[in-house]
């Protein structure tokens, strides 16, 4: 065994750049955007890559743009950038919304969307948001690419199916049109212990004429190893809007709670905290009206 | 790695480690030892915050060649001709410096803030500087600093008596 010496570093500005020096570098690599997660990883000694190579001045890796229906977001844009990029604020809110509730001003100066989804953090906040979004993550490294939805990529707490030399381009959604709305909700911070963390994503496509929800898209972030999915509280929401559907929403999430998380010291906690959620979700969704007593959000 | 950037005004060229990061090179290389770690580089604190491009970040969560290309401003880097700053007289003036170790980087997040926004309500000003963190002031003198150069002291009844 040879002794650990540190890493090269390798700053391309073009992803042709990027794929040429793969192809050509024999050892373990790891890719740097934010470095939001990896310095820390680095200095701790917890990655022991042989090359870092930059992502982030690569102009193809950053940016919103829509295309055919879709939003393309680079992998290496700022959560800075999509808190307020008028596309998505427009057409993927609730992605906005929780790339403003990330970390602090310089995390999300610096944070981006890729290294989210790569670091596949069981609290990862723009996980749940991106499976509701139905989101597509685009894969290349020098053999080719792949384009796979979120809940492939995503194999478990800080696993993902990427190969060693594969990197992630770009994400991209089927834009929210206006018969949408939607949101994202969390508790807890990374400093907070972590019993408090929580996080919640929802699309709901509502028919105004008949007061009624047609689609509903559900997820859930810090009950596992990685985010999920609701499928049946998904097909419970659909129907006419009735004044339980608060009340049935929380149920059912509770419920999600206690599947997920029995006997964790945090289980007691979280089964009540995500009702609060639930709740707050309610308000960003549908306004203020739509809970009892019409509370304001805060 | 010959790291090229701009620090402060000037165009810099300096060797660097590639495992160095940007906080590594301001203070050993360049001898700019404002900005602090504070929480052992975990982007915690905020005492190593400086301006690059225009935007707050954290200097323990840059690679130092990361920054190729980029500009750099740290707290050396407001004072100009031997005056201070307006936002850090006004955190002498307001009494919002106490043990200091926070001090370069809570004011470098509220110059970022300011760059982008020269007028933040108290809350946009508590959200800039959520990121840092300060164990002496209880943050208030450290609002009524930043308000005061925002000509948002409400505190002080809202007025504008700088003519800002
Ligand atoms: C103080 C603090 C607060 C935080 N708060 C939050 C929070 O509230 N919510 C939250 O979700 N996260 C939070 N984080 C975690 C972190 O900011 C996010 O996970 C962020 O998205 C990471 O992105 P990055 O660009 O900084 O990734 P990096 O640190 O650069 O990389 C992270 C990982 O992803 C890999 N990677 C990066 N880009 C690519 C790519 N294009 N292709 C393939 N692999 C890639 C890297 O090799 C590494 O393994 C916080 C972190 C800190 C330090
Ligand atoms: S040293 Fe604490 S955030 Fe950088
Ligand atoms: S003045 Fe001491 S930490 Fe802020």
Redesign the pocket.
């Known amino acids: 065994m040879t002794e650990y010496n540190g890493y090269s570093f390798f700053g391309p500005s073009t992803l042709k750049e990027l794929l040429e020096e793969v192809a050509l570098f024999d050892g373990s690599i ?12 680095l200095k701790k000694g917890k ?1 022991k ?1 042989h090359l ?1 190579i930059d ?2 001045q690569i102009p193809e ?1 950053n940016g919103v743009h829509e295309e055919n229906g879709f939003l393309h977001i680079g ?2 844009t ?2 800075s950038q999509l808190a307020r990029h008028p596309l998505i604020v427009e057409k993927g809110l609730c992605l906005a919304q ?1 790339a403003r ?4 001003e ?3 100066n ?12 069981p ?5 749940p948001v991106l499976l509701v979004l139905e989101a597509m993550i685009t ?1 290349q490294n020098p053999d080719g690419v792949r384009r796979l939805p979120l809940s492939q990529v995503l194999q478990g707490s800080g696993r ?1 199916c ?1 190969t060693p030399n ?4 770009g994400i991209d959604f089927p834009v929210l049109d206006g018969g949408y709305v939607s949101g994202f909700e ?1 508790l807890g ?3 907070a212990v972590t019993v408090a963390k929580l ?1 919640l994503a929802a699309v709901i496509k509502v028919d105004q004429e008949n007061h009624s929800i047609t689609e509903a898209r559900i997820a859930v ?1 810090a009950l596992g190893e990685t985010a999920f999915r609701l499928p049946d509280l998904e097909q419970n929401l659909v129907g006419e809007i009735n004044p339980f559907l608060l009340h049935l929403f929380e149920d059912m999430l509770t419920e999600t709670v206690d599947n997920a998380i029995s006997g964790r010291y945090s289980h007691p906690y979280k089964r009540e905290a995500i009702r609060g959620l639930a709740e707050d979700m309610f308000v960003n969704l549908f306004g203020a009206s739509s809970v009892p007593g019409g509370r304001t959000h805060g | 790695m010959v790291l090229e950037m701009t620090v402060n005004g000037k165009a810099i060229k300096v060797e660097v480690n590639p495992n160095a990061r940007l906080l590594d090179v301001l203070r050993e290389n360049l001898g700019l030892t404002g900005a602090k770690e504070g929480c052992s580089g ?3 604190c905020g005492a190593c915050t400086v301006i690059m491009d225009g935007k707050a970040v ?1 200097s323990c ?1 840059v690679l130092a060649l990361q920054a190729r290309g980029k500009e750099i401003i740290t707290i050396e880097g407001l004072e100009s001709n031997g005056e201070l700053d307006r936002l850090q007289q006004a955190f002498i003036d307001q009494g919002a410096i106490q043990c200091g170790y926070c001090t370069p980087g809570m004011i470098m997040a509220a110059k970022a803030l300011l760059m982008g926004n020269p007028h933040p309500s108290e809350a946009e000003i508590r959200l800039g500087i959520a ?1 840092n963190l300060c164990r002496c002031t209880g943050y208030l003198k450290i609002i009524s600093a930043i308000q005061e150069v925002a000509g948002t002291n409400l505190r002080k009844g809202g007025q504008d008596d700088d003519g800002v």
């Open positions: 790891a890719f740097l955007a934010g470095g939001t997660d990896l310095i820390i990883e990655k890559p870092v992502v982030s890796l992998s290496a700022t959560f929780a509730k990330i970390g602090s310089q995390i999300r610096r944070g981006t969307l890729g290294g989210n989804i790569a670091s596949a953090s609290a990862g906040d723009c996980l894969l993902t990427l594969e990197l992630i381009t969390k911070s990374r400093t996080n972030g | 975990e982007g915690e954290n969560l990121g």
